[in-house]
């Protein structure tokens, strides 16, 4: 059915769907986008490929060909257009390098195909320039790594006084709303609106450019980890529930509190387990380095295959991979496919950096490679990848532990002035009655300064607009949590199941904020004290 209005409009549009050019060119610029931020990263995974290739003895040719078919890889589009020029053209790689580099807007891979050419036309081997490029590679991950960590430093302090100071500025136009009561109040709040998703959407995307990418989960369309197949299968049932749930309760007219805290709990599962697949795939990727080292030396020192290292390879120093590697030793030894062993292998760890170096490994050590070497060469390059993940995780820890609690004090602080206004409003409305009907009992017989009084300092929380204001700051506070929860996201890296704990948490604690808040209010602010002493001058 679909297929045939497709069919349709292509023949109506000359063979194009409706706004196809542009939703292409966007959809190729977001890509672009977040291949940008991978680069750096996928730059040392391309070099450890391409490292390991020239150790099996490839040829030039079989290496940028093996090279330009990973497209996993970021920078691999730059070496399929070198392989064009070079089969299609007829162009040397010397010239292809210089072309593509030229045409390559990213600075880190612009000089690393700048090098490959000048190393070419100097006559170096291809071995020897990909060794030493290597640990160039190393060191340049390592110092943006570096840098972006401080930049993580810097602007996550950055974005909590941003945002507070946006949370100032609401709190103060409610305070204003409070004291003037303007006519067109909606018109007045709708201003902190803008501030806010203006200064979230300026943090947000700050945090995006500057922290580094960190894509820890591999998702096959074969196998998944325990942990994601749950999740995977949870979704389908918890986001579509949680939706419908906050929609009925809203629509019913249920407290903001009851629902903040009921999609917490409703997003808790989710948090959990994604929490765990976190927890585990780090811990995975932690074992890989000794793991593949350990099975590329056994394999070179006794000229075995990986079936048979896996028998020999230590397993007690390996708690989170073993379950895996006994797991795939028992398909092998059953003579089950091999690489369809090793695809759910790949798969059950759900680790992108296994999915890459095993592949690596695999792939060159098949082709004739040393696998000694290359496993060194391999179990290198992911474990400078692990430890700048470590200290990633303790950077923004740091940050996280700073962003929760500045969350439930903004949150707490905003809950707690309304409430106060609140009460006031109530209160002074109550008394503005008692005053206003003893002014008219005394007004014909004596001027009374009660009216006066009235309309004056106490008249300025009258009219107070509760059900408006009580909106705004709900709606205040579900931006607020949105912008917390993409930015504790990019801070701490990973899937974007990583979201999900953050999201209950942040929610839940607005929650009972709103849930405690309240009634603390009317115990400490109550102007009972003043009602009585109205009626005591009455």
Known sequence: MFENVVDRLRESNNGKLPFEDLFGKIYDRINRVFEERRMVSDILFMVTYMNS????????PEIFAATAERKEYAPARAIRKVEFFVKRWGYSYVQSLSIVAERTDNDVLRTLLNRFANSMESGVPDEDFLDGEISSSMEIFRNNQDSGF??????????????????????TIMISVAIYSPGEVKETLSITYWIIILISLFGIGTMFQTV???????????????EQGM???MEKIVLPVTVAAWLLTW???VQAGVIFMLVGIMLAPLGILAYIDNKN????????????????????????????????IDKKSMVNLSPHMLSVFSK??????EELSWRKFVGECGSNFIYKYLNIFRDTVNMGGDSKKIGTVVADSMLEQVLMRKKREMISMGFIVLLVPMHAAMAGIFIALYQILVTLSRAITEVMGTFDAASAALSESTASPLGGMGGGSLGIFVDFPEAIVGAYVVNILIIICISNVIVAKLAVGGDRSVAYPFAALMLFITGVLFMVIPPVIEVFFSMEGLVSTGGGVL
């Not at 150790?55 to 030039?60: E, H, K, L, M, V």
């Not at 401080?150 to 709190?171: F, N, P, R, T």
């Not at 580094?212 to 325990?226: A, G, H, I, M, N």
């Open 212 to 226: 580094p990418t960190d894509e820890r989960v591999y998702k096959s369309e074969e196998w998944l980890s325990k």
């Open 281 to 312: 795939v780090i811990a995975r990727d932690e074992e890989f380095p000794n793991f593949i080292r350990g099975v590329g030396s056994i394999m070179g020192g006794k000229g075995g295959t990986m079936s048979q290292a896996l028998a020999e």
């Open 332 to 337: 092998l030894n059953l003579g089950l496919n």
């Open 231 to 233: 999740i995977a299968r």
């Open 251 to 253: 629509a019913a007219g």
């Open 53 to 60: 290739l020239a150790i099996a003895r490839a040829s030039r």
């Open 150 to 171: 401080e930049l993580l430093k810097k602007w996550g302090d950055a974005y909590i006084a941003m945002l507070l100071s946006a949370v100032v500025i609401a709190v």
